[in-house]
């Protein structure tokens, strides 16, 4: 096994299918989506080059420059939900002894749902005539509550709270995982300095499960940068685009619109956008990491 890691020709033969199937998988598609970012076209007539004149057009949409907003308000209310609901779950579920596996597999079905089936699902839950929601409020009194819960005032936050649900076990499950790898060494010497309740997570628990919470937040990020299939499912960007994301203007000029180059510089620019984001929360959290 030494011989073959010493030799560069077994290292490039093995590497080589994999880097092969990489860069047709990932960087060709990115680098022709910049491409065809360039042109004017609508998939039937011939490709018109226009240079950077998609790219004005773009950020001239107020469609898009709402949706920009859209995305990031989705990006932060799934950040807060999850990852504060996921830490508690954690905590409360880590030191359970008896039915842990059951609150465990409880919280982390939706994840293996599918979005279709859960955006249809809570569509039914938010009805303002049968839902579940309006049903409870009725039924103890509380009809001046009763909300259109997809309407334009409240449709982020019902998109929020339905991707909370769907993927708040996934972020529950890390959590768990880290605080159980947390030495118990230093727990008991916490406790000896004293340190209990809340001033134990923010001071022990926390800092100790950091880089677990780093992957969670980058792939929370990342996951909420490219928000599409519950907006699609529940809204299509609606009502009026009130709940249009970067990744619904993308599919919605693209293939409704048959304007394919803009689409591309969507696309463009939300890759971009993901990367420096990625970047930034990389560089910021190895920062902090360094100080503890």
Not at 58 to 70: E, M, T
Not at 217 to 227: E, F, M, P, R
Not at 263 to 280: D, W
Request: overall charge neutral; some cysteine; glycine content about 6%.
């Amino acid at each position: 096994m030494e011989k073959a890691f010493g030799n560069k020709l077994a290292i490039a033969i093995f590497i080589a299918p994999a880097l092969i199937l990489f860069t047709l998988v990932i960087p060709l598609p990115i680098l022709h989506s910049f491409y065809m970012s360039l042109f004017k076209w609508d998939m039937l007539s011939t490709m018109t080059y226009v240079g950077f004149e998609n790219y004005k057009e773009l950020f001239s949409d107020g469609i898009f420059l709402s949706s920009i907003w859209h995305t990031i308000e989705i990006t932060v209310l799934s950040l807060i939900f999850q990852v504060t609901l996921g830490l508690f779950l954690a905590l409360c579920i880590v030191n359970i002894t008896k039915g842990r596996k059951y609150f465990q597999n409880a919280f982390f079905i939706p994840n293996i749902l599918s979005s279709a089936v859960i955006g249809i699902l809570w569509f039914f839950v938010y009805n303002y005539d049968f839902g579940l929601i309006n049903s409870i409020l009725k039924s103890i009194g509380l009809d001046s509550l009763q909300q259109e819960w997809l309407s334009q005032k409240y449709v982020i936050l019902a998109l929020s709270i339905t991707t909370c649900w769907q993927w708040v076990g996934y972020h529950m499950i890390l959590y768990i995982a880290a605080i159980s790898g947390i030495s118990q060494d230093i727990i008991e010497a916490a406790i000896v300095d004293g340190a209990q309740g809340l001033k134990m997570v923010t001071k022990i628990i926390i800092p100790q499960i950091r880089p677990v919470l780093r992957v969670s937040i980058v792939l929370i990020i990342t996951g909420s940068l490219k928000y599409f299939d519950m907006a699609w499912i529940m809204t299509e960007g609606g009502p009026d685009f009130a709940s249009e994301t970067i990744a619904t203007y993308i599919y919605r000029t693209a293939f409704n619109k048959l304007q394919y180059g803009l689409g591309s510089a969507a696309s463009t620019f939300l890759f971009v956008v993901s990367i420096l984001v990625t970047v930034l929360i990389n560089r910021f959290a190895a920062k902090r990491e360094e100080v503890y």
